[in-house]
């Protein structure tokens, strides 16, 4: 069964700063991992997706690495910014049976401060 | 356009009440799913539909019932809704095709509480 962990749980930065969010998960079989921002009250919304097969992904000031040997995924954000303050999910895909199913970690709530 | 779309956004009943909620995606997508969010924030899947077939369902009492008319919508039905119902429900799509997966796309969920 997949385990995903997320950490820290919750990060306060100044602005300006660059900081990394750490994900872990337990089975390396994933299809691909996916990072989600979540801000309060909000729907989730998409950040970066790496497959399988990739070892990172970009989008202006967000980097995600992925290294599906160790169960591990960063997500790099730099020159935070104060609204760059959310929760941040990473999910990692794998199989069940004859299905595809996300599993989400547990989160990171960051603030950035000014 | 939304890509995902759930309504309504809150929902409000007293307990022992049944109540839906839909989902649309017009992502053409051939998956969709039912989230719950917990009040810790925990995200965990009730079910997936492929093509209108249930393949996912992560033992949810069966006072849930999901429907999926056809491969865009998805709905949630709640049978007598008890206070341990209330959280946010979020559905979303992907392109799964033999397995694998696709970028997901979540909805602005629905706030449900039970009274």
């Known amino acids: 069964k997949q385990e995903v962990t997320q ?11 660059n900081l990394v969010l750490n994900c872990s998960f337990t089975d390396s079989a994933i299809y691909n991992l996916q990072w989600f921002r979540q801000d309060p009250g909000k729907g989730l919304t998409s950040l970066l997706l790496i497959q399988s097969s990739q070892r990172e992904q970009t989008s202006g000031r967000l980097n995600a690495s992925l290294d599906k040997s160790s169960g591990r995924s960063t997500l790099y954000i730099a020159a935070s910014q104060p609204g760059d303050s959310a929760t941040y999910l990473c999910a990692a895909l794998g199989r069940t049976g004859t299905a595809s199913k996300l599993t989400f970690g547990t989160g990171t709530r960051l603030q950035v401060t000014l | 356009d939304t890509a995902v779309s759930q309504t309504p956004k809150y929902l409000v009943t007293q307990m022992g009440n049944d109540k839906s909620i839909k989902c649309e995606q017009n992502l053409g997508h051939d998956t969709m799913y039912w989230y719950k ?8 899947i009730m079910f997936s539909y492929n093509n209108k077939e249930l393949i996912i369902n992560e033992t949810v009492p069966n006072r849930f019932s999901p429907k999926s008319p056809d491969k865009a919508h998805l709905n949630l039905h709640i049978n007598s809704l008890e206070l341990g119902d209330s959280a946010v429900y979020f559905c979303a799509s992907s392109q799964a095709g033999q397995g694998k997966g696709t970028e997901a796309f979540f909805g602005q969920g629905t706030r449900l509480t039970v009274v």
């Open chain 1, 7 to 17: 950490i820290p749980a919750a990060l306060s930065v100044p602005e300006g700063e």
């Open chain 2, 37 to 44: 969010q917990d009040s810790k924030k925990f995200l965990k």
